[in-house]
């Protein structure tokens, strides 16, 4: 189950065009996917379903803007895309602590561009 919600995690962030910003720069393009996969794993391990939420049978999906600092310490976040339920909208600021630091990214990655869109989903399945 973990593994089959990592695959969907990757490919939502792919989908999405979580990294497009990154698409100018000459960004090694091995080092970009392993950052990548780090960070993807992190947020898989560290998101949960709160319990009242799931009771409720209550489903959402949120995007979040991280901005973060050469270290992957996050220095600010917003969240850009609401739920719609305040307590997985209040999941998202606590996921956003227990993510940070996020892994430290590629070098050769400007620091004009260290800031994603997260996109997180709460679907009972």
């Not at 970009?32 to 409720?56: C, F, G, N, T």
């Not at 996050?74 to 630091?101: C, K």
């Amino acid at each position: 189950m973990v593994m089959s919600r990592l695959m969907k995690v990757i490919g939502l962030l792919l989908s999405l065009g979580l990294f497009s910003a990154f698409g100018t720069l000459e960004v090694n393009a091995n080092e970009l996917k392993d950052w990548q996969v780090k960070l993807v794993k992190l947020v898989a391990k560290k998101q949960v379903y709160p319990r009242a939420a799931m009771e409720d049978e209550l489903e959402g999906k949120a995007k979040v803007k991280i901005a973060f600092d050469r270290s992957g310490s996050i220095t600010s976040h917003e969240l850009v895309q609401s739920t719609g339920h305040d307590i997985l909208d209040a999941e998202v600021e606590n996921l956003v602590g227990r993510i940070n630091p996020l892994p430290a990214p590629p070098s050769s990655l400007g620091d004009d561009k260290l800031v994603i869109v997260l996109p997180l989903t709460w679907a009972i399945q």
